[in-house]
């Protein structure tokens, strides 16, 4: 771990590079800006960002580049990708981080969202599979008959479809119950479910919490996990030039964050843990495997999402097939 310099150090290395950008938002949030989209209190325009559980909002504050913004950011928060992309598509909400499965539910529901950018994160893990601590369930065809509880739409989703896939199953092969996280949470403790398909934190949370075993880790399987993650953003806020500017504006504070936080992770771990009201060893050990970087969405990006929405295709949970590109609006990160 690292500590934390001064804070005289972080101040010119993104704002410099985004005042003009600021400046131009200012300017055009008076002409076109959606209806909503400036503070009556500040006068300000207002971004409006959806998070989940997952530590965008304490990695901005700790960073410090939050301080002195042109505007505003209106935080609302959702349980799992799948909301994040539906209130996107309804221009409820104008940019968001979500996991490997939700844009391609989106883009199978025809949704008017676009994927901006990648997330990727150091140890290529993102979802696992958990079974309580004891249980005879050792190996991933022993899930077959067993019940499961996962988010629909999720990448963890995604884990659960390719793990089985690898087995020699399919998801009929398994009892699913597809249940949002505080739901499946529950369920898994209270033994209603022998397996709980999840993500970080609640992974990392929940073997400290009752001493479950990560099967993917168990089993060697840890390779069927579509650990990429996207930041998503809706074509109404693409569409606006003023909206527009402060997405990608917003992409450039949220990648100089990950590169602060990565060599401040215990600033980012307290901050986290604050937010969140997760144990801060939690949050801690989160924090020092992931490792994030933001990045334009390349080919690769697209030819692993592919891949994965050809897969739920092929299982039929999807309504229809999915070209992963043309989901992917290029050009809001450098």
């Given at each position: 771990?690292?500590?934390r310099?001064?804070?005289?150090?972080?101040?010119?290395?993104?704002?410099?590079?985004?005042?003009l950008t600021?400046?131009l938002?200012?300017?055009?949030?008076?002409?076109?800006?959606?209806?909503g989209s400036?503070?009556?209190s500040?006068g300000?325009p207002?971004?409006?960002?959806?998070v989940?559980?997952?530590?965008?909002?304490?990695?901005l504050?700790?960073?410090?580049?939050?301080d002195?913004?042109?505007?505003e950011?209106e935080?609302?928060?959702?349980t799992s990708?799948p909301?994040?992309?539906?209130a996107?598509?309804?221009?409820?909400?104008?940019?968001?981080?979500v996991?490997?499965?939700?844009?391609i539910?989106g883009?199978?529901?025809?949704?008017?969202f676009?994927?901006?950018a990648?997330?990727?994160?150091?140890?290529?893990h993102?979802d696992s599979i958990?079974v309580?601590g004891?249980?005879?369930i050792?190996?991933?065809?022993?899930?077959e008959?067993?019940?499961i509880?996962?988010?629909?739409?999720?990448s963890?989703?995604?884990?659960?479809?390719?793990?089985?896939?690898?087995?020699?199953l399919?998801?009929?092969?398994?009892e699913?119950?597809?249940?949002?996280p505080?739901?499946?949470?529950a369920?898994f403790?209270?033994?209603e479910v022998?397996a709980?398909?999840?993500?970080?934190p609640?992974t990392?949370?929940?073997?400290a919490?009752?001493?479950?075993v990560?099967l993917?880790?168990?089993?060697?399987?840890?390779?069927?996990?579509p650990?990429?993650?996207f930041?998503?953003?809706s074509?109404?806020?693409?569409?606006?030039?003023?909206?527009?500017?402060?997405?990608?504006a917003?992409?450039?504070?949220?990648?100089?964050a990950?590169?602060?936080?990565?060599?401040?992770?215990?600033?980012?771990?307290s901050?986290?843990?604050?937010?969140?009201?997760?144990?801060?060893?939690?949050?801690?050990?989160?924090?020092?495997?992931?490792?994030?970087?933001?990045?334009?969405?390349?080919?690769?990006?697209?030819?692993?999402e592919q891949?994965l929405?050809?897969?739920f295709?092929?299982?039929g949970?999807?309504?229809?097939?999915v070209?992963?590109?043309?989901?992917?609006?290029?050009?809001?990160v450098?």
């Open positions: 771990m690292h500590a310099p001064t804070p005289a150090r972080l101040g010119p290395a993104v704002p410099l590079a985004l005042v600021f400046l938002l200012l300017a055009l949030s008076g002409c076109g800006a959606a209806q400036t503070s009556e500040s300000k207002v971004l409006r960002v959806g989940q559980k997952d530590g965008i909002r304490s990695v504050t700790a960073s410090g580049l939050l002195d913004l042109p505007y950011i935080w609302s928060e959702f990708g909301p994040l992309v539906e996107a598509a309804a221009d409820q909400i104008d940019v968001a981080w996991g490997s499965a939700p844009p539910f883009a199978a529901a025809d949704a008017a676009k994927v901006v990648t997330v990727e994160e150091e140890d290529q993102s958990l309580p004891g249980s005879d050792t190996t991933i065809a022993d899930l008959g067993h019940s509880a996962v988010g629909k739409g999720t963890a989703h995604g884990l659960l479809l390719n793990a089985l896939t690898s087995a020699g399919g998801i009929d092969d398994v699913v119950s597809y249940l949002a505080p739901d499946g949470q369920a403790q209270s033994g022998d709980w398909a999840v993500w970080d609640y990392t949370a929940t073997i919490q009752t001493g479950a990560d993917t880790e168990l089993t060697g399987t840890v390779g069927d996990d650990h990429l993650s930041v998503i953003a074509q109404g806020a693409l569409d606006d030039d003023g909206r527009r500017g402060a997405v990608a917003y992409l450039s504070v949220l990648s100089g990950y590169a602060w936080a990565n060599e401040h992770q215990d600033e980012w771990a901050g986290w843990a604050q937010e969140s009201g997760l144990p801060a060893e939690v949050t801690a050990a989160v924090v020092e495997q992931k490792v994030p970087t933001l990045l334009p969405v390349d080919q690769e990006h697209v030819d692993s891949q929405a050809d897969a295709t092929d299982a949970e999807i309504p229809t097939a070209e992963f590109a043309d989901v992917v609006e290029q050009g809001l450098e």
